[in-house]
């Protein structure tokens, strides 16, 4: 099984910062990474998939890259809206797997 | 555009069974492969299962154990997951999501609004 481990746990920013948040997978898995927002009481939303690809609709301060086997979201110029849990997940292969997940707070 | 509403869950006894459904609508659903993902109360998200868009395939996380059973039905657009000799640890919310593979990735794009599921006596 491939196991994530995504860091940090929680995060502390303000609005207009720039923040980083890491998934690292336990083996190779050719960039099948997808990033998901999820605010509370709501289901998840897509934002990244295939590791840099932005899904629709997504705004552009929303970024992903991927080295070996490090993957990282990144959000450029924090907005309100983005205070929210963020998960990386790995479709690579079955069963397929979540990180821990990434509480952005104020 | 993609809807997906499920229901079913409720609250049920240890060693019960409950069956989720997802009706589906705003795409083609037996094109779609279709995920079940849980998450307990204030924990994150879990994946569960997932079946091919014709039914020929399932796959399933080790904590299912045989006691969970993911099954569709193209022509109801509906998708189900019958949960059998339910146990406390598996009180959640439960979601369905819809599957968009490609030659490059494979990603949960749309997702329902989840069903609760309580497992207390």
């Known amino acids: 099984d491939i196991h994530m481990t995504q860091s940090p746990s929680s995060l502390s920013a303000s609005v207009g910062d720039r923040v980083t948040i890491t998934c690292r997978t336990s083996?190779?898995?050719?960039?099948?990474l997808n990033w998901y927002q999820q605010k509370p009481g709501k289901a998840p939303n897509l934002l990244i998939y295939?590791?840099?690809n932005l899904q629709s609709g997504v705004p552009s301060r929303f970024s992903g890259s991927a080295s070996g086997t490090d993957y990282t979201l990144t959000i450029s110029s924090l907005q309100p809206e983005d205070f929210a849990t963020y998960y990386c997940q790995q479709s690579f292969s079955t069963p397929y797997s979540f990180g821990q997940g990434t509480k952005l707070e104020i | 555009q993609v809807h997906l509403v499920e229901s079913g869950g409720g609250v049920v006894q240890p060693g019960g069974s409950l069956r989720l459904s997802c009706a589906a609508s705003?795409?083609?659903?037996?094109?779609?492969?279709m995920h079940w993902v849980r998450q307990a109360p204030g924990k994150g998200l879990e994946w569960v299962t997932f079946?091919?868009?014709?039914?020929?395939?399932?796959y399933y996380a080790y904590f299912v154990k045989g006691r969970f059973t993911i099954s569709r039905d193209n022509s109801k657009n509906t998708l189900y997951l019958q949960l059998n000799s339910l146990r406390a640890e598996d009180t959640a919310v439960y979601y369905c999501?819809?599957?968009?593979?490609?030659?490059?990735?494979?990603?949960?794009?749309?997702w329902g609004q989840g069903t609760r599921v309580t497992v207390s006596s």
């Open positions: 079946i091919r868009n014709d039914g020929s395939n399932e």
């Open positions: 295939a590791a840099s």
């Open positions: 999501a819809k599957d968009d593979c490609s030659a490059t990735s494979c990603l949960l794009d749309s």
């Open positions: 705003g795409f083609t659903f037996s094109g779609a492969g």
């Open positions: 083996q190779n898995i050719n960039t099948y």
